[in-house]
């Protein structure tokens, strides 16, 4: 059962213009949400975090909306350049069962900018 | 600065071979975690170490072991390797301080096994 879905596998947007990446999670213990940037050939590179007790979160062009009642947070991306192209990984740590800070991640979102 | 370094980079074996892969954290990063991609898949947890002990399990296979040494680095042992094991291996490493700790991902090994 994905706990963190990302449901759209693509996005495509013109430099400059905002990207907009959505995830949703199921479990409701999450407590903590993060964004991570993957390309190829590296490893997955932090992006942005909030924590539940929290709305907004902004650093730079990037701010992270949370949710919480709609179990709903989104990443905007303003504006898009070309560098940005790349998978984005939602996480979220939290919930039953052991560590707080171990990650569930969605499935990622290939974002691509075209200049 | 200092970053998760992983070797191998690339690995490859036959069927019921052994591999080892071993992570190296961010220096003063007492947590290590392994994941694992599979093609097309989302990264999953595979296991965790804080402070030289397991501090939470996932979906590894009992023909899979990890530790972390005192240096703390880690190592994740796997034998008997099958066709489905082919995958990505990320290490990522954290402090493990109160409230939230994003994790600090290496390049990974890539698996693949013949």
């Known amino acids: 059962d994905q706990q963190v879905k990302q449901n759209s596998p693509s996005l495509s947007v013109q430099e400059g213009r905002i990207s907009i990446l959505n995830c949703d999670y199921t479990?409701?213990?999450?407590?903590?949400f993060l964004w991570y940037k993957k390309y190829p050939a590296e490893g997955p590179t932090f992006l942005i975090s909030?924590?539940?007790?929290?709305d907004k979160n902004e650093d730079g062009r990037f701010t992270v909306f949370l949710n919480k009642s709609a179990k709903h947070l989104s990443l905007h991306i303003v504006p898009s350049q070309p560098g940005d192209s790349a998978v984005y990984f939602c996480?979220?740590?939290?919930?039953?069962?052991?560590?707080?800070?171990?990650?569930?991640f969605g499935k990622g979102t290939l974002l691509t900018v075209n200049p | 600065a200092a970053g998760v370094i992983q070797s191998p980079r690339h690995l490859i074996k036959e069927k019921r071979e052994t591999a080892t892969l071993k992570c190296y954290p961010i220096?003063?990063?007492?947590?290590v975690y392994w994941y694992q991609q599979g093609p097309g898949q989302d990264p999953q947890f595979l296991i965790s170490?804080?402070?030289?002990?397991?501090?939470d399990k996932g979906s590894i296979p009992d023909r899979f072991s990890a530790q972390q040494f005192s240096d703390y680095h880690s190592e994740l042992n796997m034998s008997s390797l099958e066709l489905g094991d082919s995958a990505l291996y990320f290490c990522?490493?954290?402090?493990?301080?109160?409230?939230?700790?994003?994790?600090?991902f290496g390049n990974g090994t890539r698996l693949t096994v013949t």
């Open positions: 990522a490493s954290s402090i493990m301080t109160g409230g939230g700790s994003p994790l600090h």
């Open positions: 909030i924590s539940s007790i929290k």
């Open positions: 479990n409701s213990m999450f407590d903590y």
């Open positions: 220096p003063r990063h007492d947590t």
């Open positions: 170490f804080y402070e030289k002990m397991q501090s």
């Open positions: 996480a979220a740590s939290g919930g039953s069962g052991g560590s707080n800070y171990k990650l569930t």
